[in-house]
């Protein structure tokens, strides 16, 4: 079955640490999204790639990096310079022509140690 | 920037309830997705609305595009145990998959 798989489910980070976030898709979706989710806030858009080796900066991406070397792949990195990382971690796929119907996946939720 | 407002924050309703929540905005945006959230997981695409006016259902959901395409409203009829969750509404312009979820309704239902 085609889908979206983020691992690991659950995270922990210690200070000063970089950690990075898998994000892998089957759909052959062009376009990837990271998102990051507060508790009792909306979503917020971190990165967006909408083809291989070209990625933008969403609302909030201080303290987070990207690549995007392979149609399939997504990493998410959350480095030290990120100094309230605790949160759920979505990301998302779509097809061209119809960017707004993102596809999910089912999340990491970092926490800090 | 863009002020987006969801209503209300959280329901707890009694099955076969009737439920209704929306999302205003000060800004006009071209769609209106609806998405809903089940805990630990990631958010599934329930409705999607392309035109100012529109009314579109997907089973016991009915949703709206306002006419000033600043708002939109999502019913749920005769609510049941899974319809639990949390509920984005999620504005968009233009073609870029760039879009301003609102903050959430949490709904919870009771059997």
């Known amino acids: 079955d085609g889908g979206i798989t983020q691992s690991p489910k659950y995270l922990f980070r210690k200070e000063g640490q970089n950690v990075t976030l898998s994000c892998e898709q089957n759909l052959n979706h062009d376009a990837m999204y990271w998102y990051r989710q507060d508790p009792g806030q909306g979503l917020r858009l971190i990165y967006y790639s909408q083809i291989v080796n070209d990625f933008q900066k969403g609302d909030i991406a201080e303290g987070y990096s990207v690549s995007r070397e392979k149609k399939e792949s997504f990493p998410l990195t959350v480095t030290s310079a990120q100094k309230n990382p605790t949160a759920f971690y979505l990301c998302?796929?779509?097809?061209?022509?119809?960017?707004?119907?993102?596809?999910f996946g089912s999340g990491t939720q970092l926490s800090v140690l | 920037g863009q002020q987006l407002n969801q209503s209300p924050q959280s329901m707890f309703i009694q099955e076969g309830e009737d439920v209704s929540m929306n999302c205003t905005s000060s800004?006009?945006?071209?769609?209106w997705l609806w998405y809903k959230q089940e805990p630990g997981e990631g958010p599934v695409l329930l409705i999607a609305l392309y035109k100012a006016g529109e009314l579109t259902s997907n089973g016991r959901l009915t949703a709206q595009f306002g006419i000033t395409r600043k708002d939109s409203f999502l019913n749920i009829s005769a609510s049941i145990p899974s319809d639990v969750g949390i509920y984005f509404c999620?504005?968009?312009?233009?073609?870029?998959?760039?879009?301003?979820f609102g903050q959430g309704t949490t709904l919870q239902v009771k059997p």
């Open positions: 999620a504005p968009g312009s233009g073609n870029t998959g760039k879009l301003i």
């Open positions: 998302a796929s779509s097809i061209t022509g119809t960017r707004e119907k993102l596809f």
């Open positions: 800004s006009i945006f071209n769609t």
